[in-house]
């Protein structure tokens, strides 16, 4: 695992701060980080609502990327509440393949930081519905 993924894991430690907002949203508990084409990385954390207007860390980080006028993707992490790593969901993972359809399959994903595992986005979303 090379120098990037862990200036990605720190970068997304340092935004990673669970806080209550208010009675209804909570934020914080996990967050990501986006490596983009032009090699800046971009962070987000999860939102969370008493209804379905939340959103995911990745999803925030990515756009937060396309906020800065980015929309090429090169790697993706999750830190869990606990300090682990996750695999994104598949609202996530489905965003990632429509912002890029031709390419989405290279997508590198960190799913173990420990043990070092990388998977790319086309392993574990092989097959697109459109």
């Known amino acids: ?3 990037i993924w862990e200036e990605m894991y ?4 340092l935004v990673q701060n669970e806080r209550k907002i208010s009675e209804y949203v909570s934020a914080g508990e996990v967050s990501a980080a986006i490596l983009s084409k ?17 959103i995911c860390a990745e999803r925030n980080a990515i756009f937060n990327m396309i ?3 980015e929309k090429e993707i090169l790697r993706v992490l ?3 509440p606990d ?3 996750g695999a994104p969901c598949g609202a996530c993972r489905e965003l990632m393949v429509q912002l890029m359809p031709e390419t989405y399959k290279d997508i590198e994903i960190l799913l173990d930081y420990e043990n070092k595992r990388i998977v790319k986005l ?4 092989p097959e697109w519905w459109i």
Do not use: E, P
């Open 122 to 125: 086309g392993d574990i979303t």
């Open 78 to 80: 999750a830190i869990l």
């Open 67 to 69: 906020t800065n006028g």
């Open 38 to 54: 032009s090699g800046k990385i971009y962070t987000g954390v999860c939102i969370d609502t008493c209804s379905t207007l939340g």
């Open 10 to 13: 720190m970068s997304a430690k």
């Open 1 to 3: 695992m090379d120098k």
């Open 83 to 85: 300090g682990k790593i």
